[in-house]
């Protein structure tokens, strides 16, 4: 393995941290989806033999603990349709959840890490020094700016803290707005229209809006290529190995060696191992201490 060189503004093993739970989030979605789309699929090929007009108790045995309407498997197999429909709405409104965690974890960490970018600086003031003299160093007004009204408005919002937007983020926009869109209407409207209500007029329940298989999976990856250029552009940048500074600031343990980064080093490299942190040499974390201390 490459001898690991510190260096404050740039990350010992990329990606972020924001950006790997992020991964892990877009993760466990995509396993939970396609868990589902195995059973739909399994679930259908059980009725092929069957009519139509069968009860769909022929098929799927009745809890005798619960109530069920007597229903036909062609009412069933629409009920379901409409259900696997509903998942994937559902997954929009996670995918745009989990995406906008990610954007908000990461703008706070380059603003915590390269505060001088509030006042048209960059690295002249290094975040380590706020963070160990104020207990509640934070930046919500920025971080939330760039997670909050339409896409256009939050990369305008990014551009002005960081001077620029990704190229491939500025390039979807339009798209990432088209999900911004979506889920508030699963989330406020249950996905149906976000129009005022039309009182006296409106009396029937309008349809769900649609999402096909193939626009979820375009709406994946749209959100795993959106966080890459956006923590690339952030952890090369402004955070560099902020974040793991960070977690030395906060651990449980520090200051209990006396502030000797030989004897910390270990401790804080087991702890490091049990988080979700990549692996750090002893040389490496040893001079990212003595970076702690002298600040």
């Known amino acids: 393995m490459a001898k690991m060189h510190f260096d404050r503004w740039t990350i010992a093993?990329?990606?972020?941290?924001?950006?790997?739970?992020?991964?892990?989030?877009?993760?466990?979605?995509?396993?939970?989806?396609?868990?589902?789309?195995?059973?739909?699929?399994?679930?259908?090929?059980?009725?092929?033999?069957?009519?139509k007009a069968d009860s769909v108790h022929?098929?799927?045995?009745?809890?005798?603990?619960?109530?069920?309407?007597?229903?036909?498997?062609?009412?069933?197999?629409?009920?379901?349709?409409e259900f696997d429909n509903w998942i994937r709405l559902s997954a929009v409104v996670a995918i745009t959840g989990f995406l906008e965690v990610f954007i908000q974890s990461a703008v706070e960490a380059a603003c915590q890490s390269c505060p001088g970018i509030l006042i048209g600086g960059n690295k002249e003031i290094d975040g380590v020094t706020?963070?160990?003299?104020?207990?509640?160093?934070?930046?919500l007004p920025q971080s939330m700016s760039c997670v909050k009204g339409t896409w256009d408005q939050r990369m305008d919002s990014?551009?002005?803290?960081f001077g620029e937007c990704p190229k491939y983020v500025k390039d979807n926009l339009a798209?990432?707005?088209?999900?911004?869109?979506?889920?508030?209407a699963v989330g406020h409207t249950f996905g149906r229209s976000n129009d005022p209500p039309r009182i006296g007029r409106d009396v029937k329940i309008e349809p769900f809006r649609s999402v096909k298989g193939d626009k979820l999976k375009s709406y994946l990856d749209?959100?795993?290529?959106?966080?890459k250029a956006i923590d690339a552009?952030?952890?090369?940048?402004?955070?560099?190995?902020?974040?793991?500074i960070a977690m030395y600031h906060f651990w449980a343990d520090r200051g209990k060696y006396k502030g000797k980064a030989s004897k910390e080093s270990l401790p804080f490299i087991k702890y490091l191992d049990s988080t979700e942190h990549p692996h750090l040499s002893y040389e490496y974390c040893v001079k990212l201490?003595?970076?702690?201390i002298l600040q």
């Not at 941290?17 to 991964?23: D, G, H, N, S, V």
């Not at 749209?222 to 966080?227: H, N, R, T, V």
């Open 13 to 51: 093993r990329s990606p972020s941290l924001a950006y790997r739970l992020f991964k892990e989030h877009h993760t466990q979605l995509n396993d939970l989806y396609f868990s589902h789309i195995a059973a739909f699929r399994g679930a259908f090929a059980s009725t092929k033999t069957q009519s």
């Open 58 to 81: 022929t098929v799927f045995p009745d809890d005798k603990n619960e109530r069920h309407r007597e229903i036909t498997l062609e009412t069933w197999a629409k009920h379901y349709n």
């Open 130 to 139: 706020l963070l160990k003299k104020r207990p509640k160093y934070a930046f």
């Open 158 to 161: 990014y551009e002005q803290l």
């Open 175 to 184: 798209a990432l707005d088209e999900m911004r869109r979506l889920r508030n």
């Open 222 to 227: 749209l959100a795993m290529k959106s966080a």
């Open 233 to 244: 552009h952030l952890t090369g940048g402004f955070i560099g190995c902020y974040e793991t």
């Open 289 to 292: 201490i003595n970076h702690y």
